[in-house]
């Protein structure tokens, strides 16, 4: 529900009505605009009764918001979320870059990779220390041991980290060590888990799952924020459906989609979406070119032997290319690398 106040209202009085709707059971998030405030009403609001509202005298109308998602949703919150990791931004105008292997499997492959993908312009390190595998029998990560790797490997260049988590059992580890907790298209509707990390300040980068809704991965992003923390970014990574040539569907839509629904940041990662190195860079491209807030890409120094996912990986002389293909495109756009 939106509650649209009158030009000129004192922020007295809309304090008071404020208390009086928190007291009915919902929080009330104010949007101060140049010439109108809106207050955002997020929880069970079937209970508060819209004639009330609406004859207060400073109140000009009242309005009930279709989408089940709230904190999410653009109407509370016109502005684009930008997201602060240590001195770097994921939103606003300069795009994030976010490389490096899908694991994680020694000290000299990920401080090389990263040393590599630093000097050709990411501004964040991704490594896989556990890995989520459809095989029992594949390679699982190297877990603590390849976290140990990567605060080395951040130590070395600086570059914050980006990885994924698994279990709730690690959030206490993953909010000491890692810079960005990634949850993976699997865990997307672990919704056990999202409430979890909804009760940290980390920032949260969530994949849309594997045969997911927009509506559905939004409401996701809900649980997070819904429990305290809206710090919260979308990935967009490809989705089933019937084509098998490539690993996923990249849906490019999503991008402008989610840009007019929520003001969350969305980037996209194009390794796992096609699952094959040559088409990440046309879709690379293709990203920025509709308004994605940066890229998660695979970079491998061997991709013919690595432990997973070498297919989809780039070595990192084609990342410094792909960097170069990008940068008129971004500026094309309105955006910075």
């Given amino acids: 529900m939106v509650v649209i106040m009158k030009q000129g209202v004192s922020q007295e009085e809309i304090d008071k009505l404020s208390a009086a709707l928190t007291e009915k059971g919902v929080q009330v998030n104010p949007v101060y605009g140049t010439d109108v405030t809106i207050l955002g009403l997020v929880g069970d609001t079937s209970q508060i009764d819209q004639d009330w509202i609406a004859a207060n005298r400073n109140v000009e109308r009242v309005m009930h918001v279709n989408e089940p998602f709230k ?10 979320t930008v997201i602060q990791v240590g001195d770097q931004t994921i939103g606003g105008k300069r795009l994030a870059m976010i490389a490096g292997p899908c694991s994680v499997e ?5 401080c090389y990779v990263a040393r590599e993908v630093k000097a050709r312009g990411a501004n964040f390190l991704r490594g896989g220390a556990f890995k989520p595998r459809t095989s029992p029998y594949a390679f699982q990560g190297l877990k603590y041991e390849g976290l140990e790797l990567l605060m080395e490997a951040r130590k070395e260049t600086g570059l914050p980290v980006v990885t994924e988590i698994m279990s709730p059992y690690d959030i206490e580890t993953f909010v000491e060590e890692v810079d960005v907790i990634q949850v ?32 559905e991965w939004l409401m996701s992003a809900e649980y997070i924020m819904s429990s305290g923390n809206e710090r919260v970014i979308l990935c967009e990574r490809g989705i089933r459906t019937f084509e098998t040539y490539t690993r996923n569907t990249l849906d490019l839509s ?14 996209v990662d194009p390794s796992h979406a096609t699952g094959k190195w040559w088409l990440v860079e046309p879709l690379a491209r ?29 070595k990192p002389c084609v990342y410094g290319e792909l960097m170069e293909q990008l ?11």
């Fill in 286 to 314: 293709a990203a920025v070119a509709v308004g994605a807030d940066g890229l998660i890409i695979e970079v491998h120094n061997d991709p013919a032997n690595a432990l997973c996912d070498g297919q989809q990986s780039i």
């Fill in 254 to 267: 999503a991008i402008p989609a989610i840009k007019k629904l929520s003001h969350l940041p969305v980037i």
């Fill in 71 to 80: 904190k999410a949703n653009r109407k509370f919150h016109p502005e684009d």
């Fill in 184 to 215: 993976g298209a699997r865990n997307m509707q672990n919704f056990e888990l999202l409430k979890e990390l909804g009760k940290t300040q980390k920032p949260i980068l969530l994949k849309r799952g594997l045969s997911a809704t927009i509506e």
């Fill in 106 to 110: 020694s000290r000299e492959q990920i």
């Fill in 327 to 337: 940068r008129p495109i971004a500026q094309a756009v309105g955006r910075e690398l």
